[in-house]
């Protein structure tokens, strides 16, 4: 069984400033991790992924995020904030080598940016 | 290349009634995934089907049914409709082969309000 908590339902930071969305796992196999953004009124669009290998992974628009095993999480950094940034963002895993496309997501966490 | 398309994007229909939703993937997956998101069960898996065959099924009812075509085009079906399905329902694709095989890639969605 999996589970993930996003701690946070809404977080806002001042444009420029370091965006930090907290995420937390619970995988009884070794999971595979990702994050995605959502904007009003769209799909999931996927930001960045973990499976193997380094545990620092960059995603597009200047995301990235690290893998700590030993503290289960899996949290998301951007080191300036843009207006454009503003949206709601999703952890999500899924048991590793698994052959499972099933993915289970944290509740969001809305980020606002203000100007 | 094209992304995932989903028809219809809005839906409006009444209790007991029921609804096909349908989903296109991205030209070369083979695996689709479903998906349904409320604001207050947020994002929860439906079902996975990768060559025409049901792999993964999430925790609801009966009512909810998919299928997947030869050209991998799916189609996902809710009978006797209630309140509480109204929801957006997201579709995903995934190559499902290779290094990208575990990126999902989602639709815009339809938006199902049940009256």
């Known amino acids: 069984a999996q589970s993930v908590t996003q701690l946070g339902s809404h977080v806002s930071v001042s444009e420029g400033a370091l965006v930090l969305l907290r995420c937390n796992y619970s995988?009884?196999?070794?999971?595979?991790l990702f994050w995605y953004v959502q904007y009003p009124n769209q799909g999931l669009q996927l930001l960045l992924k973990?499976?193997?290998?380094?545990?620092l992974v960059k995603g597009i628009n200047g995301f990235e995020a690290e893998f700590k095993k030993s503290e289960t999480s899996f949290h998301l950094t951007k080191p300036s904030a843009h207006m454009s940034d503003a949206a709601e963002y999703f952890c999500a895993v899924t048991p590793s080598g698994a052959g499972s496309y099933q993915l289970t997501f944290g509740k969001g966490t809305k980020l606002s940016v203000i100007p | 290349k094209a992304g995932v398309t989903q028809t219809p994007r809005y839906l409006i229909k009444t209790r007991g009634q029921q609804v096909t939703l349908s989903c296109s993937p991205i030209?070369?997956?083979?695996?689709v995934s479903w998906y349904q998101q409320t604001p207050g069960q947020g994002l929860q898996f439906l079902f996975e089907?990768?060559?025409?065959?049901?792999?993964n099924k999430g925790n609801f009812p009966g009512r909810f049914s998919g299928r997947q075509f030869s050209n991998s085009r799916s189609e996902m079906n809710v009978s006797t409709l209630e309140l509480g399905d109204s929801a957006l329902y997201l579709c995903?694709?995934?190559?499902?082969?290779?290094?990208?095989?575990?990126?999902?890639?989602f639709g815009p969605g339809t938006r199902l309000t049940v009256t």
């Open positions: 973990y499976t193997t290998g380094a545990t």
């Open positions: 995988s009884s196999v070794p999971p595979y």
């Open positions: 089907y990768f060559s025409e065959t049901q792999r």
């Open positions: 030209s070369g997956h083979r695996s």
């Open positions: 995903a694709s995934s190559l499902a082969r290779g290094a990208s095989s575990y990126e999902q890639y």
